[in-house]
């Protein structure tokens, strides 16, 4: 190829001088991006790159590619790729710029290998958007190389603070395509894919210049970070950070994986990156690891040996060319293996010399640690030593004071004093010793407890960066409850917008519906009315036709599905119908007058049983929006309506029928007509009513909270009123069995009230957690008006809970009741109060201390309703025993007891049938329960 490198940098001459470049540059491309999966040889990558730099751009590069299959061949387009990359970093310095002209070609490109799953394709995909990124990274910011090399110029951060920000949020995208290609490749490197090693080369053969960009892009992300975060807060940068840590995994992953590779090992020089990010928040920790410096490409060598040909061409061109890099920035020649040698073993001393460094560091660091733990033992040694010397002192001195006293008293003794002092001398000696001792023991304690003190100061620092991580993951935590606690909200608002949706659709349908039965009837009419039969016996049929679409609606109102009408729309019905009804029956009036207005009646016909059909129809989805209650009086009065509409039709039938007939059935029809429209204003007065309250939700809440525990500290005054009386009034078994129940139920009252307490503490203390995104506490109740019902009626059952049972224990302990009534009653309180934590702890926190207290309060609660029941069983248990001691059988004659034990078998089996009636309809009671609770709680509504 040395025709293509021949002219140095001058440009082309003439046209010749292009087409030869261009018809040459396109057989180099033949043999770099063939379709043998291998990978493309250095060479003539290298000849691409050097036509680049000779046109001074890639625009004859662009115009060749755009003759290859690359849309069809999947081999020829990955090498394309390739090819492509290694030019935007090793060729002419605009490529990347000049490429922006094929960012559409290379979108189309890669939407359509997206389509494919075989082969190269999701590998073709993934390298398309790391050239588009890149392209698009070196458009929007010009002050950055296109190849990310910053050996001639250092990389200076941007002024404007706004500008590192966005720049940063570049570069994460850049580096995030990077790792998709990385990971599409790894991905395809198993066996079954790539079964020689051509194969495999061919899909590894991207890696060097992809780890060559992602070691430029840490260096350039690393030291943005770094600015940002001594120019902004930590809060405004977390998600930059978190963004960061993936990549560095990521690709600390990718680069572990390369690194095993000998292929890649050959051809470049994996970094390392440690087990760790870097974090941010200690500035002073920070090192910087310079990533772009240790990547280095390693010269490879051809297969094929230099022929004399292409030993000749190349002198030729090292004697034309010699001084290229005057003309364009180009490397004059690929470096020589032996430099290359070299500077791989200088790097590989410099990796073992600092392998040594660390190796020492960390030796002295092990013996620092062991000198710290000797000097902390030597310290606790010198203060035991201490010790015993102050001990020796003290008892030197009073030696020495000692012999001073005897010294005095002795002094007529001459022998006695000489020996004192010599005494008194040597204790002098061996107490000045002792101090000297004393005084560098105190030295080296001092100095120790400086040291330690320096190690305690480390700690609490420490310390306090772990307490402010804790701090932030509690506030993230909070936010991230408030944030799922709004997405809820927000699914219960569109779950209602769906519903009102599915009732218009339902309406839409059923006027449909009607519509096609309207043209049909009137259709029938015609036919029957083209074949000639007499005028009375088409009103027959037209009657019979609307008295059976009539029965048929009505056979289907007790079987209706889920079908649901609003109370206004059922009473635009009514008024409709209303009218029908006149006008049907001023018609047939004419029609019995005179026989000519035959037509008239039967044109009303079907507009009449349609209207009724609707009304019947109507009325009963409406009472699917109601209680339980309201919704059977709807359907009770669309049955009447129904009834008299079919006997209305059946006056219409009878030949000769006068107007005085036709206009009472009408106004029969009509009469039942305006009861239903009575109950379904009534219905609408009441849920106006019922929107009224919601604004009032939360005086509602206090109110009922307020008034249950006002009932139960009436309930346990009134306890403490009949115990009283009790033990004034009774005695014996009696006032023991009174005294037992109603001490239970006094505490069961005590810890009802604690835990009405708390509840009420913890729903403030929900209240006060929502009022940060709210304005009133109106508002809180009605944007939960659910949860608000619910308490309300959860405290209205423990004050109704409360009553009975202070009325059960009253009936007891006046013996006018049954203990099983204050079983019933205490079993009742306490599943009253159950509903009532559930409700209370529906929005509380998890981790609330408010709520733990409330779970401990229902414990006690549970557990008194339990005293209750014990109390009461015994109690009963010593009635019966009492009962029995009274009772005398020794006069009974064997008749009389054998009449007695017959007596008592029949009781028994009376009590056993009764008992199980008594439970078939328990069950059916519950039934009957759990559905008006629905009803009322607007469980139907939002199963619909």
């Known amino acids: 190829m040395a025709s293509l490198l021949s002219g140095g940098s001058r440009g082309f001459e003439g046209v010749g001088d292009r087409d030869k470049f261009e018809k040459e540059l396109h057989e180099v491309l033949v043999k770099a991006i063939s379709s043998t999966e291998a990978a493309p040889k250095e060479k003539h990558v290298r000849n691409v790159l050097i036509a680049t730099w000779k046109e001074k751009g890639c625009s004859s590069l662009w115009r060749e590619l755009h003759k290859f299959p690359l849309s069809s061949s999947h081999v020829v387009c990955w090498k394309a790729c390739f090819v492509v990359h290694r030019t935007f970093r090793d060729g002419f310095n605009n490529v990347v710029k000049n490429t922006g002209k094929e960012m559409r070609y290379l979108s189309d490109l890669g939407k359509h290998w997206s389509r494919a799953v075989a082969g190269y394709a999701p590998l073709i995909t993934a390298y398309i958007r790391v050239l588009m990124s890149r392209v698009n990274f070196t458009i929007k910011n010009p002050e950055i190389p296109a190849n990310f090399n910053f050996d001639d110029v250092a990389f200076k951060i941007p002024a404007d603070i706004d500008h590192v920000f966005q720049l940063a949020v570049e570069v994460f995208d850049v580096q995030s395509s990077l790792l998709h290609l990385y990971a599409a490749i790894l991905s395809k490197l198993d066996p079954s894919t790539s079964r020689t090693v051509h194969m495999l080369r061919c ?16 260096d350039i992300v690393f030291k943005l970070m770094k600015a940002l975060h001594a120019a902004l807060p930590a809060d405004t940068l977390s998600g930059h950070r978190d963004r960061f840590i993936r990549q560095y995994q990521a690709l600390r992953k990718y680069f572990t994986e390369a690194s095993k590779m000998e292929y890649v090992q050959s051809l470049v020089t994996v970094p390392t990156l440690g087990p760790e990010p870097p974090s941010f928040l200690l500035p002073h920790q920070l090192i910087e690891l310079e990533l772009a410096k240790q990547v280095h490409t390693i010269p490879q060598v051809e297969e094929e040996s230099l022929t004399q040909t292409q030993v000749e061409e190349s002198s030729v061109f090292d004697s034309q060319f010699g001084g290229l890099g005057e003309g364009f920035d180009f490397p004059q020649a690929p470096p020589q293996k032996d430099d290359r040698d070299s500077l791989i073993e200088q790097l590989m001393r410099e990796i073992v010399e600092l392998k040594e460094k660390v190796s020492l560091l960390e030796g002295q660091r092990s013996a620092d640690t062991e000198l710290l733990r000797g000097v902390r033992e030597r310290c606790a040694q010198l203060e035991a030593e201490l010790k015993d010397y102050k001990e020796i002192a003290e008892q030197t001195c009073n030696e020495n004071v000692l012999l001073k006293r005897q010294i005095d008293a002795s002094t007529t003794e001459a022998g006695a004093q000489r020996e004192a002092g010599e005494r008194a001398k040597a204790a002098e000696d061996k107490f000045s010793k002792l101090r000297e001792v004393y005084q560098k023991l105190r030295s080296e304690h001092i100095t120790l407890l400086r040291k330690s003190s320096e190690a305690t100061k480390q700690l609490t620092t420490a310390n306090d960066q772990i307490s402010e991580k804790e701090e932030q993951a509690k506030e993230f935590e909070l936010k991230l409850a408030s944030v799922t606690l709004e997405v809820e909200e927000l699914k219960v608002h569109a779950s209602d917008e769906s519903a009102q949706v599915s009732v218009l659709r339902e309406e839409l349908r059923r006027k449909e519906a009607s519509s096609v039965e309207l043209e049909q009837a009137q259709q029938s009419l015609s036919e029957q009315l083209s074949a000639k039969e007499t005028p009375h016996s088409l009103l027959v049929a037209a009657v ?123 106004n029969d029809v009509q009469t039942s007509i305006r009861g239903l429209e009575r109950m379904t204003q009534e219905l609408v007065a009441s849920m106006a009513t019922d929107t009224a309250t919601e604004d009032k939700l939360g005086d509602i809440v206090e109110e ?101 049972l202070v009325d059960s224990a009253d009936k007891v302990v006046s013996r006018t009741g049954k203990f099983e009534e204050l079983v019933v009653a205490s079993h009742n309180i306490a599943a009253s109060t159950a509903q009532l934590v559930a409700a209370s702890r529906v929005k509380a926190r998890p981790k609330s201390n408010h709520l733990k207290s409330l779970k401990s309060s229902s414990r006690a609660v549970s557990e008194a309703t339990g005293q209750v029941v014990a109390s009461t069983q015994s109690g009963l248990t010593l ?42 309809r328990l069950a059916e009671l519950r039934k009957i329960h759990y559905k008006l609770a629905g009803a009322s709680e607007g469980w139907d509504e939002e199963q619909n």
């Not at 129904?642 to 030949?655: D, H």
């Not at 001490?743 to 509840?759: F, G, N, P, Y």
């Not at 064997?894 to 034990?901: G, I, P, Y």
Request: aromatic share 4%; proline share 2%; hydrophobic share 35%.
């Open 203 to 218: 899909r590894l053969a991207p890696l060097v210049p992809a780890i060559q960009d992602s070691a430029s892009l840490y």
């Open 704 to 804: 009922e909270m307020t008034a249950t525990a006002s009932a139960v500290e009436s309930a346990a005054l009134r306890i403490q009123e009949m115990l009283r009386k009790s033990r004034e009034d009774d005695s014996g078994v009696k006032l023991e069995v009174n005294e037992r129940i109603l001490d239970s139920c006094t505490e069961l009252m005590k810890a009802i009230k604690v835990l009405i307490a708390r509840s009420r503490d913890l729903q403030e203390e929900i209240k006060q957690e929502a009022l940060g995104t709210l304005t009133d506490a109106s508002e809180f109740y009605q944007k939960n008006s659910r949860w608000s019902e619910g308490l309300i009626s959860a405290a209205k059952q423990v004050g109704w809970g409360a009553t009975v």
């Open 544 to 666: 019979d036709e609307a008295e059976g679409l009539l029965r048929k609606v009505m056979k289907g109102l007790d079987s209706s599905g889920g079908s649901t009408c609003t109370p206004d729309h059922l009473l635009e019905t009514t008024h409709t119908t209303l009218d029908i009804i006149d006008s049907t029956a001023g018609a047939f009036s004419l029609y019995s007058k005179d026989p000519q207005g035959l037509s008239g009646a039967l044109c009303c016909l079907p507009s009449l049983s349609h209207s009724l059909a609707e009304v019947l129809s109507q009325g009963v989805a409406t009472s699917h929006t109601t209680s339980a209650e309201d919704g059977q009086k709807l359907v009770a009065g669309s049955k009447t309506v129904g009834e008299s509409a079919l006997k209305f039709l059946e006056v219409l039938k009878t030949q000769g029928a006068g107007s005085g007939v036709i206009a009472s059935g009408a």
């Open 879 to 920: 009635v019966r025993q009492d009962s029995a001691a009274k009772m005398d059988y020794s006069n009974l004659s064997l008749t009389q007891a054998k009449r007695l034990e017959m007596d008592c078998q029949v009781k028994a089996l009376e009590l056993e049938k009764e008992l199980e009636s008594e439970r078939t």
